[in-house]
């Protein structure tokens, strides 16, 4: 006889079973229907609607009068089709009416034929045609009996005034340009992208049976907001005649470059900027396949070790520490040997014998500022220190912060981070070890000229009609040291090296030539008879107050030598600095009036 059989076990376990995945299937649905609810209805949603972004007008670009266009957005279209849905006689009857409207060539025919006999649902048949263009190939198409042609409408970036050099826009390297993303590359179209740009508008619309949007059911989600415009600091008919001025010399002395920059001492701003070769913003594709180094801005973007120009730097030292005056008296050896069995040459290698250290700089000679900077203290160390720190107070090895992508800032070697050996601090002292940009040069001039302010220099003047507010960097030098630079820079042009090359007649120039030896990092070596040539300083329409900064750099130059071992150019450093300070000078509207001359005042002692 069979035992009776007890389920409630079973039954419980299967009872068991059932809640847990009642309560796994309730927690999934929980899931779904909280959590995941926002994805899940903008899935449905993007399956019923389409939601694009319509870029916003970009904003302009002006000179400082705020009429001439540097930059502007205009609309362009691009004709459109689906391959997909042509038979072939309608690709061939397309394809052919296309080639006479377009005036295409036998290459440009064998790319359309291959678009169109590609079976894509989606092809661009031509872009960047002006919208009567547009309207009037649509036209003709319609009397002929063309299908499957759309025009579709794009926003594209223009760059409408010539440079100063064929094949170039003006000021591009300061523009830069946009690329067909729409992104703000180089210059100010990058450093303000966001502000020119705005922000989109956001539209949805409902799909059609294939996915596409239906134009006549779009609404607007998001208004966006219009891209600001921006005026400029620069002077557009300065620019032009700087940017003729640069590629004039680039082409005499066959340099690798040739820039310039304007600056206005007092305020910071950048009246001119140009470099040579150039480029044409219109054409950056063409550029970016032939050389894409045009783009980078050598007054910004490149260092070079700067040469005897950095001897005023020297000179600012020895005067504050009450080292030397300009009035103390060096041996001039054409020689100096150092410490470790190492030496110092003047550039001609011939000794001058004593002279003042206000001649010893404007005959730049290398063995004074050596000396001058050796004994800037009793040790090495400090006096390594104290010309460093005036490096630093005038912006060296930092970036200046100019309102341009791309800048660098320099390579300086900190005395307190590795320390200086006596050969250190006597090529520091005229140039050599150092690595700087031409806007740092020109900033730290100013602050030479201006009252010991060193200024934040910038590009933008106002963005949307708003000014925008530029503060100084701060009192670097004492004010009373102004005069005293100021009258030395003037002694350094009187020299006859320079006179006759650097002399405007009416106006008061001053200023330090700097010629440096290229390194050729391939060979580890210098490079033979190749040298970078720079001239910077100020012109004044009146004897003590300077009213602009000129900074000229020639790259990469080889010389001819005259019998006495002279560096020979066609067009000089200083006479390219001579050019452009004239034009700028000049300039109807440029410069606000003189202020009151002051009463004469006794100048401090240095």
């Not at 009996?145 to 409408?153: Q, R």
């Not at 054409?283 to 045009?294: C, I, K, S, T």
């Not at 001897?311 to 520490?321: P, R």
Request: aromatic share 6%; net charge negative.
């Amino acid at each position: 006889m069979l035992g009776r059989t007890d389920s409630m076990g079973r039954l419980l376990v299967v009872l068991i079973a059932f809640v847990v995945i009642a309560s796994a299937l309730v927690l999934r649905l929980g899931y779904w229907q909280i959590v995941e609810h926002d994805r899940l209805v903008e899935s449905a949603r993007r399956q019923i609607y389409v939601v694009t972004e319509v870029p916003s007008r970009r904003g302009q670009i002006y000179d400082r009068s705020g009429v001439v266009v540097l930059a502007a957005s205009v609309t362009r279209d691009r004709l459109v089709t689906s391959a997909a849905a042509l038979e072939p006689v309608a690709r061939d009857q397309l394809a052919a009416f296309l080639a006479t409207e377009l005036e295409l060539d036998s290459t440009a025919i064998e790319e359309l034929r291959a678009k169109l006999d590609s079976g894509k649902p989606y092809v661009v048949l031509a872009r960047d045609l002006p919208p009567e263009r547009t309207d009037e190939i649509i036209s003709a198409a319609r009397t002929l009996g063309i299908k499957g042609l759309s025009v579709e409408s794009e926003s594209a970036r223009t760059y409408p005034q010539p440079g100063g050099g064929p094949g170039s826009s003006l000021a591009a390297h300061v523009t830069g340009f946009v690329n067909r993303d729409g992104e703000g590359q180089y210059g100010v179209e990058q450093w303000y992208d966001e502000v020119l740009a705005g922000s989109p508008r956001v539209v949805e619309a409902d799909r059609d049976t294939s996915g596409q949007a239906l134009v006549e059911t779009e609404r607007t989600i998001e208004a966006g907001v219009p891209g600001a415009d921006i005026r400029l600091t620069i002077d557009a008919g300065l620019q032009q005649a700087i940017e003729q001025e640069v590629m004039a010399a680039q082409i005499a002395d066959n340099a690798a470059s040739v820039s310039a920059v304007v600056l206005d001492p007092y305020t910071g701003e950048i009246y001119a900027e140009a470099s040579y070769p150039s480029y044409d913003a219109n054409r950056y594709a063409a550029v970016a396949e032939q050389d894409p180094g045009r783009f980078v801005d050598p007054v910004v973007s490149h260092v070079y070790e700067p040469g005897s120009v950095f001897k005023m730097m020297t000179v600012v030292a020895g005067l504050e520490t009450g080292t030397t005056t300009l009035k103390t008296k060096y041996r001039d050896s054409g020689k100096l040997r150092l410490a470790g069995d190492t030496k110092v040459e003047d550039a001609d290698r011939r000794a001058m014998g004593v002279m003042t250290l206000e001649d010893g700089i404007a005959y730049s000679r290398n063995v004074v500022a050596a000396k001058v900077a050796l004994g800037l203290a009793p040790d090495l160390r400090t006096a390594s220190a104290t010309l460093h720190e005036v490096w630093r107070r005038l912006g060296f090895g930092s970036p200046t912060g100019v309102d341009l992508a791309g800048e660098v800032r320099g390579l300086v070697n900190d005395p307190a981070i590795s320390a200086w050996r006596e050969i250190d601090l006597a090529n520091g002292s005229f140039g050599q070890g150092v690595a700087i940009t031409q806007l740092q040069l020109a900033t730290a001039y100013a602050a030479m000229v201006n009252g010991g302010v060193l200024v934040q220099p910038h590009i933008v003047a106002s963005v949307d009609g708003h000014e925008v507010d530029v503060a100084p960097r701060g009192q670097v030098l004492d004010p009373s040291l102004s005069p005293v630079l100021t009258d030395l820079l003037e002694h350094v042009l009187k020299n006859p090296w320079y006179v006759r090359d650097a002399k405007v007649r009416g106006y008061v120039v001053g200023g330090k030539t700097g010629t440096a030896q290229v390194w050729d990092a391939e060979r580890n070596r210098w490079a033979f008879n190749l040298y970078n040539f720079s001239c910077v300083g100020f012109i004044a329409r009146r004897d003590g107050h300077p009213d602009l900064v000129v900074a000229v750099r020639i790259s990469e130059a080889r010389p001819a030598r005259s019998a006495g071992g002279d560096l020979l150019l066609p067009i000089t450093a200083t006479e390219l600095f001579r050019r452009v300070a004239t034009d700028a000078i000049g300039t109807p509207g440029l410069l606000p009036p003189l202020p009151p001359e002051e009463s004469p005042v006794a100048r401090t002692s240095w």
